[in-house]
């Protein structure tokens, strides 16, 4: 049978932007795509007949419509495939094999059901650690946030992640949310400089900036697919230190811009490691 190609779209972008998402985000994706494959093979769609229209039954005009041959049924619409998944699946001994073998496939290169079959446990294991610390590294490289020296406006008073391409967006501790292309105009605009006479930040606020940094420092793990136990623990910074969150390491000549650029503190990124 051929592949509902709805589905078979929906499948290709979500392979094609994967790297683009958390891994819980991919796993949602798929576990979403799986759901609507479901319902649209609950029932096959039947296409209707086609009914030829009949004119007022005065005459003369019926005996003419009576006289006409009727159009012919119009041809059934294919059926959705009855399994888009499960004949893969069904070739595994189980749901931990198939998703191992699904997320070596993903994040390094394809294997077929067959070769992976016929692999000895041993380098299904390397496969398991290798395609575990890609997606560790893919995180990192996606979601921690820019060195604070590449913008140290935008660092110093970021609430919660920051990226340098300019078609991103941040939200400035004085309120103000905008893409990053127009930190150099927010910075000398009159509501930032208005706020900048006493740089007060709500409690909140502050309370949401060190729950996220708490978070940073703890890591996040990708875990191993069984047989393998344990995984890899990465560290993102998703929310930089500042005044308001150190005060401490903020002297008061630090506190404005002195003419030479925003003093930030430099980070120290902590490596990934196995657990």
């Known amino acids: 049978m051929t592949v509902n190609p709805n589905l078979a779209t929906l499948m290709r972008v ?8 958390t891994e819980g985000e991919y796993l949602e994706a798929m576990n979403a795509l799986c759901a609507l494959h479901r319902v649209a093979t609950s029932a096959v769609v ?9 004119a007022p039954s005065s005459p003369p005009y019926s005996s003419i419509w009576d006289d006409l041959p009727p159009l012919p049924a119009l041809p059934a619409l294919p059926a959705v495939p009855v399994n888009l998944f499960g004949g893969v699946r069904n070739l595994f001994r189980g749901h931990d094999d198939y998703e191992l073998w699904s997320r070596v496939t993903r994040v390094l290169r394809h294997i077929s059901p067959e070769s992976w079959l016929s692999m000895s ?4 294991n390397e496969l398991n650690r290798e395609s575990t610390r890609k997606i560790a590294e893919n995180q990192e490289r996606n979601f921690r946030n820019p060195t604070p020296s590449s913008c140290p406006f935008v660092a110093r008073h970021a609430v919660g992640d920051w990226r340098t391409n300019e078609t991103e967006t941040w939200t400035c501790v004085c309120g103000y949310s905008g893409k990053f292309k127009h930190w150099q105009k927010h910075e000398k605009s009159a509501r930032h400089q208005e706020w900048a006479q006493h740089r007060i930040v709500p409690a909140k606020v502050v309370s949401t900036m060190r729950k996220q940094i708490q978070k940073d420092r703890q890591g996040t793990v990708i875990e191993f697919i069984r047989p393998l136990s344990g995984g890899f623990r990465y560290y993102l910074t998703r929310q930089e230190r500042n005044e308001w969150t150190h005060p401490e390491f903020f002297l008061d000549n630090t506190r404005c811009n002195d003419r030479q650029g925003w003093f930030v503190l430099q980070r120290h990124v902590r490596e990934m490691i196995e657990i």
């Open 14 to 21: 979500i392979e094609e932007n994967q790297d683009k998402m």
């Open 46 to 54: 039947a296409a209707p007949v086609a009914v030829a229209p009949r």
């Open 121 to 124: 446990q041993e380098l299904q």
